[in-house]
Each structure stands twice: as structure tokens, then as C-alpha cells.
């Protein structure tokens, strides 16, 4: 995956509870959607109470991408290290990374192929954060 989820900071603190994340290579975060997910006996449920999708943007490797849990603005700033940091927004009226019973689900790089009975085959790959650890890495396939 082009993008590593990094970390969960400030669980809890509306004003600062942010999720963290790096850009491996060169992207564009409109490829990217995270969900907040239920969290039970030690997986990933599919209550999914929010998403949050990236607008379409081009990052570089190296930059940081950070989605705060609050209402905000876009934006970016140059860091020491001649990267950017970029700035997102999810807009949500109270802090939502508390809980251990939720999960960080990131999705991201969807293609879609053909397959040779002609059916057309989704692929994507998906990253999982429990509240506190990594939980899952996988690569999946839907078949539509």
C-alpha cells in the first residue's frame, strides 16, 4: 500500500485526536477512504458508523497525511524535512478513537481487471488499526 497508517494520536481530546499517516510513494489520496469500524473478539465487524473520503490530491513520498477527527479546513505546511504535511478534516461533532471496540480501517487502491469468463474483478487493499495495535493486513477481492 502506498500509504502506511501510522498512529491514532490523542485518543479521545476532540480538539487534537488525529489519525497519522505516510505516504510510502508518490500518490493521490482521493485513492484513499478510512472507516471507523466495530471491533469485537479480536476482528473487525462490519458496524461501520463513519467514512471519511480523501479529496482527490497528490502527495509525495515522505509527506505526512493527517485526518483530524474534528470540523476544519484543508490545508498543508512544509516540514523540516522538505516534505509537506497535509492537513484533512473529518468533521465529526465528538472524538470517536476512544473506544476499543471501534477500528481504523483504511482502504486504498482500487483496480479493477477483467477476468476471462469476462467478469470484472475489484481489487483492494485494505489496512486495519485497532484503537491501540495493528490488527490486520491483508490484500482483498470483490468480484462484481
Known amino acids: 500500500m502506498n500509504i502506511e497508517l501510522k498512529s491514532i494520536t490523542d485518543k479521545g481530546d476532540l480538539r487534537r485526536e488525529r489519525l497519522v499517516l505516510l505516504a510510502v510513494q508518490d500518490v493521490n489520496v482521493g485513492h484513499f477512504l ?13 458496524g461501520i458508523s ?17 485526518l483530524y477527527t474534528k470540523a476544519g479546513t484543508a490545508s498543508e505546511k512544509s516540514l523540516d524535512s522538505d516534505g509537506k504535511a497535509h492537513f484533512f478534516y473529518w ?17 486504498g487502491e482500487f483496480r479493477q481487471t477483467q477476468l476471462r469468463s469476462g467478469e470484472s474483478v475489484l481489487l483492494f487493499s485494505f489496512v486495519t488499526f485497532r484503537c491501540c495495535y495493528v490488527a490486520i493486513i491483508a490484500e482483498a477481492t470483490d468480484i462484481y
Not at 34 to 46: E, P
Not at 50 to 66: E, I
Open 34 to 46: 478510512v472507516l471507523c469500524a466495530g471491533f469485537s473478539d479480536g476482528q473487525v465487524t462490519t
Open 91 to 107: 468533521g465529526r461533532a465528538s472524538a470517536q478513537w476512544l473506544s476499543t471496540e471501534r477500528s481504523v480501517v483504511l482502504l
Open 50 to 66: 463513519s467514512t471519511f473520503w480523501f479529496p482527490d490530491k497528490d502527495v509525495r513520498a515522505g509527506d505526512l497525511v493527517v
